[in-house]
């Protein structure tokens, strides 16, 4: 049965009417990924949010007031609560209280695949309960399920604050463990000279739809944040026939929340690794500029601004004729048209020979083996067989970092 919801925001003199707007649009979007029914929505103009409350004391009681009157189970609000707001906002109303990192955790919770995905949601959920914990027994008591409890169960919740602490470092050492496993699988496709793109953007900008169509497979895809959270890898051909792996990630949003950050870094290491990026972005989105700056500053934070990207404005169907693209190199597209995504690939190609090297070689035809490994490993823009001395002759293009560079390139 759907939950009744209620959402609030405070909008301060820091914020822009647009970007509250959207804030609070997002928390709509947020609240409907887990099925929630929205009643109501209450906003407040202040100049600083009120550290006790959040809200100022008449709009407290108007939301009291209207809880009670219409039964609501929840209440989400648009910004993270400190410890004492959450315990206030609890006291007054007689609705669960959780604030937007609560949300994004349990959509995180509800997506969760794999083991180290859902070792990574707990972890991320009990650092953000360990500081809220005190004073909580009448809160937590209520904690039966719904919007806000999943992952970690209410006996654990309950426990002392060392038994939390234990399990962090219980949950760390396991990821540390996954993590291993992983970098030791990176190191392998490095050493394999495998290329490596990611694919990373605001969530819900048609990522997985175009990692879908560039691998061919049968990923989830559906019109949902967050729909993606366990990284996938596959193997992609381009016009050339070169094949390089390609990474999807997490999709990004405002206000991320610390803890996932954190939490979730081996999970974004992918992006890392990778030696291109593509930046998804949703070109009908209204807040398309904030979007892309957003997941800009993320990629900085994880220390992956070095790394060259390729702009995908995507759903160029939904977008409007005088839309400008704000970055370069770019193309505008759409995930569910096939003559574009024909387009993207080969703007991909197009891409990558700025950053990698020319070489010219010169193979025996006996040497069909090396030929196809060049195919495969390295873009071939030029190729022809000299009948003469039965040789082919090959121009193309090798990445610095491809263990066939020292040969390729003289």
């Not at 989830?220 to 944040?225: I, P, W, Y």
């Not at 890392?272 to 990629?299: C, G, R, Y």
Request: net charge negative.
């Amino acid at each position: 049965m759907q939950e009744q919801v209620v959402l609030v925001g405070c909008h301060t003199s820091k914020q822009s009417e647009e970007t509250f707007e959207s804030s609070m649009e997002e928390l709509k979007r947020l609240a409907e990924t887990v099925d929630s029914n929205i009643v109501a929505v209450f906003t407040q103009k202040r100049e600083r949010i009120q550290p006790s409350h959040y809200l100022g004391k008449g709009k407290t009681e108007e939301i009291a007031t209207f809880i009670e009157e219409n039964e609501v189970d929840v209440v989400i609000v648009d910004q993270e609560l400190s410890p004492t707001q959450s315990r206030n906002l609890s006291n007054e109303w007689e609705a669960r209280v959780i604030d937007r990192t609560q949300l994004i955790l349990d959509i995180f919770a509800m997506r969760a695949q794999t083991k180290e995905g859902k070792l990574q949601v707990e972890l991320a959920q009990l650092q953000y309960l360990l500081p809220r914990l005190h004073g909580q027994g009448t809160s937590l008591s209520r904690l039966g399920g719904g919007i806000g409890t999943r992952g970690p169960g209410e006996t654990k919740l309950e426990s002392d604050q060392r038994h939390i602490r234990r399990r962090i470092t219980e949950i760390k050492r396991s990821i540390e463990q996954v993590v291993n496993q992983r970098k030791q699988y990176r190191e392998r496709r490095k050493k394999n000279a495998a290329f490596q793109i990611a694919l990373v953007g605001y969530t819900n900008a048609g990522k997985s739809t175009i990692f879908n169509q560039l691998g061919k497979t049968d990923m989830l895809a559906e019109d949902k944040l967050f729909a993606t959270l366990d990284p996938k890898t596959n193997k992609i051909k381009l016009p050339s026939g070169f094949q390089p792996i390609l990474s999807d990630t997490v999709g990004f949003i405002q206000h991320l929340p610390t803890t996932l950050i954190a939490a979730f870094r081996s999970t974004l290491e992918e992006v890392l690794e990778a030696d291109l990026i593509l930046h998804v972005v949703d070109s009908s989105n209204p807040q398309i500029v904030d979007q892309e700056q957003t997941v800009k500053d993320i990629l900085t934070e994880l220390g992956a601004s070095h790394i060259p990207v390729l702009t995908v404005y995507n759903k160029s169907d939904q977008t409007s004729e005088d839309f400008i693209p704000y970055s370069t190199p770019h193309i505008l597209m759409s995930a569910h048209r096939n003559e574009d995504m024909i387009r993207l690939k080969s703007k991909i190609e197009e891409t990558l020979l700025h950053y990698f090297d020319a070489y010219e070689v010169k193979l025996n035809s006996d040497q069909g083996k090396k030929l196809d490994t060049l195919k495969r490993e390295t873009i071939v823009a030029e190729e022809s067989f000299i009948k003469e001395d039965e040789t082919y002759h090959l121009l193309g293009y090798v990445h610095t970092h491809s263990p066939l560079y020292q040969e390729l390139v003289k």
